[in-house]
């Protein structure tokens, strides 16, 4: 069988499967795209697939946050040293954050409704999209596997759950930044005092302000490679459940195309 090329006839489609990782439409629910937003502006966006707006966002997140020292804010704050939280924050980084923070929130948003819109349209079309990719740097093509699998591998080190689908921008990015939260964080050295029972050393050597954004950071990690694996199995039972009706059945066998 020939390999199909998208041609001009074609006005949506519902995935390209491409040397670093396969992006698709599907439906999303839009709050909880906003959710990942606020929790760190950025990650929304890198969830519907919109890499550079997300990459462009997540680094404003983590150098405005610093300069306007709001983890440490929000640490004093839980702690309950109100008058701390307040001497701590820089308010000519804080105004800056602020509208940033908030057009993260509102955009994923947005995004996610008309995104919703456009996979309805791609899916009523239906049009044929390449489901293998093969260069001289990497092959990448539509498979099923096992979503636990990619929430396993997350939670070892976030990104290896986003390589094993083949997310590879997606999964080499959440590497990098966890290893620089772990490294700036200190938090290995934290857990080897702990383990030895000097818990006050433990709490000493922790630097609070970049730990603060290892939670997010990890949760999204496992969030996106499980619903991506879920969404990529998907794709793949629509796409060969396609290509069977079209090239295998005949007028005695009826398979169902739905």
Same mark, same amino acid.
């Given at each position: ?15 390209? @499967? ?44 983590? @150098? ?16 309950? =040293? ?61 498979? =099923? ?22 997310? @590879? ?90």
């Amino acid at each position: 069988m020939k390999n199909y090329f998208p041609t001009n006839m074609e006005r949506r489609f519902k995935a390209n @499967v491409s040397p670093i990782g396969t992006t698709q439409l599907h439906l999303r629910n839009p709050y909880i795209i906003a959710w990942w937003s606020a929790a760190f502006p950025g990650f929304g966006h890198l969830l519907l697939s919109k890499y550079l707006r997300g990459y462009a966002l997540f680094i404003w997140e983590i @150098v405005v946050n610093s300069m306007a020292h709001i983890n440490l804010s929000i640490i004093y704050s839980f702690t309950g =040293k109100l008058d701390m939280a307040k001497e701590v924050l820089e308010p000519r980084w804080m105004l800056m954050y602020l509208p940033v923070y908030f057009f993260a929130i509102w955009d994923s948003y947005r995004t996610t409704v008309d995104m919703n819109k456009v996979f309805i349209l791609a899916e009523r079309e239906d049009a044929k999209f390449p489901s293998f990719n093969i260069t001289a740097t990497e092959i990448n093509y539509l498979d =099923k596997r096992r979503p636990l699998m990619a929430v396993v591998w997350s939670l070892f080190t976030p990104g290896l759950g986003q390589l094993y689908i083949h997310r @590879v921008l997606t999964g080499v990015f959440t590497m990098i930044f966890v290893i620089i939260f772990i490294y700036k964080s200190q938090v290995l050295v934290a857990i080897y005092y702990l383990f030895i029972g000097e818990l006050a050393l433990s709490t000493q050597v922790l630097d609070p302000h970049w730990f603060l954004f290892l939670p997010s950071h990890i949760g999204f990690g496992i969030y996106d490679s499980y619903i991506n694996t879920v969404e990529n199995n998907k794709l793949f039972e629509s796409e060969q459940r396609k290509f069977l009706v079209e090239q295998y059945q005949h007028y005695q066998v009826r398979i169902r195309s739905r």
